[in-house]
């Protein structure tokens, strides 16, 4: 979290975040194009309240989502062995990802650098899973 010194919109609200206001800073990294180790640096902005509300709606999504994976069968992805389980492993690490910033919002939820590092993590948890298959389709929504 940080002070804001330049004006910019807030990813969740849309509103403008102010000189002076606390904003939280999120990088999302994507890779560009297969070959070429290209990353795109994506970089996100929230209002306090708003990013610790996007945090509860994604954890709350994935909660729900989770239930319907399991009763509708789903058709495979098409990855090879070594990226299924890191696929798999990837899954697992962001389950208890979010866990753990449910836990940290319930425990304390004005310790705002620790949900920063949290939801970092989720972040860059996401983007590695973008190379391979990506996030199962229903959590995408958002
Ligand atoms: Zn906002």
């Known amino acids: ?3 804001c010194k330049k004006k910019s919109k807030c990813s969740y609200c849309g509103e403008p ?3 002076g206001d606390y904003m939280v800073v999120g990088k999302l990294w994507k890779k560009v194009g297969a070959e070429h180790a290209m990353h795109r640096v994506y970089y996100f902005r929230w209002h306090v309240d708003c990013w610790v509300e996007q945090g509860k709606k994604r954890a709350d ?3 729900e989502n989770t239930i319907d994976m399991r009763s509708s069968g789903r058709p495979r992805l098409e990855l090879s062995d070594t990226d299924r389980a890191e696929r798999n492993k990837l899954l697992a690490r962001r389950s208890m990802t979010i866990m753990r910033i449910r836990r940290a919002q319930e425990a304390n939820p004005y310790d705002i650098d620790r949900l ?5 993590k989720l972040h860059q948890i996401d983007s590695l899973l973008s190379n391979v298959g990506g ?3 229903s959590w995408a929504k958002n």
Do not use: D, H, I, S
């Open 116 to 120: 920063v590092r949290l939801g970092t």
């Open 17 to 19: 975040v102010t000189n």
């Open 1 to 3: 979290m940080k002070k």
């Open 135 to 137: 996030l199962p389709r």
């Open 61 to 63: 999504e994935v909660a």
